[in-house]
T-cell receptor
């Protein structure tokens, strides 16, 4: 099966700084990579995703990059705001199958 | 807006009890999933289902079973609850495209189960 490693486990930044969270996956056949944000006490919500035929995708302050050769993908958040504080999960899908999640990154944005 | 509803937000059960966690989705999604979430361990897949009356084991199925009698409802059953099953349980659903690939899970709000 697939194995997803996520780093760092915690990340503290000042408001306005950029934040980068990195994930690696084990199986080169994985083809879909979503990112979820979970605010305290709430459900995980999909914030951005990328398919294996695309190298980068942006949505306002959020971007995801994929390096298939190195088998890693990253979430980039620019101009961070306090409301970006949450736990972020990356995931990878092998074939048509289920998602395998990373262990999560707690992002703290200080005003 | 897709909704995935879990019947209980908090549950406290005794060791050895049979526990039912219910999940209902209202968007006609084919796929439904049960995950448990523990600090430092992320989300781990317990069971999933691609169709009515169909079920597949995930990564940690021991001590659990599931039921999917209707497309919109997916139940997780703890046959004999134990203290190591104290956790947050998250249900999710997703659609499949024409190739059968599934995307974009929608999660429920979770059930925090405490077994004493």
């Amino acid at each position: 099966g697939e194995n997803v490693e996520q780093h760092p486990s915690t990340l503290s930044v000042q408001e306005g700084d950029s934040a980068v969270i990195k994930c690696t996956y084990s199986d080169s056949a994985s083809n879909y990579f979503p990112w979820y944000k979970q605010e305290l006490g709430k459900r995980p919500q999909l914030i951005i995703d990328i398919r294996s035929n695309v190298g980068e995708k942006k949505d306002q302050r959020i971007a995801v990059t994929l390096n298939k050769t190195a088998k890693h993908f990253s979430l980039h958040i620019t101009e961070t705001q306090p409301e970006d504080s949450a736990v972020y999960f990356c995931a990878a899908r092998l074939g048509y199958s289920t998602l395998t999640f990373g262990k999560g990154t707690m992002l703290l944005v200080s005003p | 807006d897709v909704k995935v509803t879990q019947s209980s937000r908090y549950l406290v059960k005794r060791t050895g009890e049979k526990v039912f966690l219910e999940c209902v989705q209202d968007m006609d999604h084919e796929n439904m999933f049960w995950y448990r979430q523990d600090p430092g361990l992320g989300l781990r897949l317990i069971y999933f289902s691609y169709d009515v009356k169909m079920k597949e084991k995930g990564d940690i199925p021991e001590g659990y079973s599931v039921s999917r009698e209707k497309k919109e409802r997916f139940s997780l059953i703890l046959e004999s609850a134990s203290t190591n099953q104290t956790s947050m349980y998250l249900c999710a659903s997703s659609r499949s495209d024409l190739t059968g690939a599934n995307y974009g899970y929608t999660f429920g709000s979770g059930t925090r189960l405490t077994v004493v």
